[in-house]
């Protein structure tokens, strides 16, 4: 069952948008037995998903109204999600996990991925999504220099207005990253 937008509880938190969200589990490999850290994890679109597809899901969000969203659309869409309240650096430390994705970093990203890391076993995946080129760039340098394979995709949505004209929306940057030397299958959307 995929979620489309319009059925999750919104507030004034982002929102990873259903066709991201779907190119970037589906790239994360997101599947049952994994455990999803998500980190930064706004209305909990990709928690409550990726518990849908049958991982075990950690959320971790620092805002109060992230959180109290993440609640609302676990018991809507009927999901079992770990809610922890506070900042990424800090959650990290306390889980297992061996797929961590962060929607937000609070401009931590070197901090968060340096604890990840510290955390993610071997053959593990971390992955992210950017609409800034240049941030989508640092975390590939970052996580290249820690010796993890990485690979990215851009998804471009685009909608037709009321005139029969194309407009596309900001293009998202995913990328992901495999600790240890296993291989991907790479493909572009």
């Avoid at 319009?6 to 599947?31: C, Q, W």
């Avoid at 929306?169 to 990328?175: M, N």
């Amino acid at each position: 069952m995929w979620i489309k937008d319009e059925e999750f509880i919104r507030g004034n938190i982002p929102m990873t948008k259903f066709e991201v969200r779907a190119v970037t589990l589906s790239y994360l490999d997101i599947s049952t037995g994994d455990v999803l850290l998500d980190l930064g994890a706004g209305t909990g679109s990709i928690s409550v998903q990726s518990a849908l597809l049958g991982a075990k899901v950690i959320a971790v969000d620092r805002e109060k109204e992230a959180v109290r969203l993440i609640e609302e659309n676990a018991r809507k869409f009927n999901v079992t999600i770990e809610i922890f309240e506070g900042e990424a650096v800090q959650a990290v430390g306390r889980f297992n996990f061996n797929k961590c994705f962060i929607g937000g970093s609070g401009g931590n990203i070197g901090a968060i991925l340096e604890a990840v890391n510290d955390r993610l076993p071997p053959g593990g995946v971390v992955g992210a999504n950017f609409i800034k080129p240049e941030n989508a760039w640092k975390f590939h340098e970052r996580l290249k220099k820690l010796n993890y394979e990485v690979d990215s995709c851009m998804v471009s949505v685009v909608r037709m207005d009321e005139r029969g004209i194309f407009k596309a929306l900001t293009p998202v940057i995913i990328v992901r990253a495999k600790k240890g030397g296993l291989g991907w299958a790479y493909f572009t959307v």
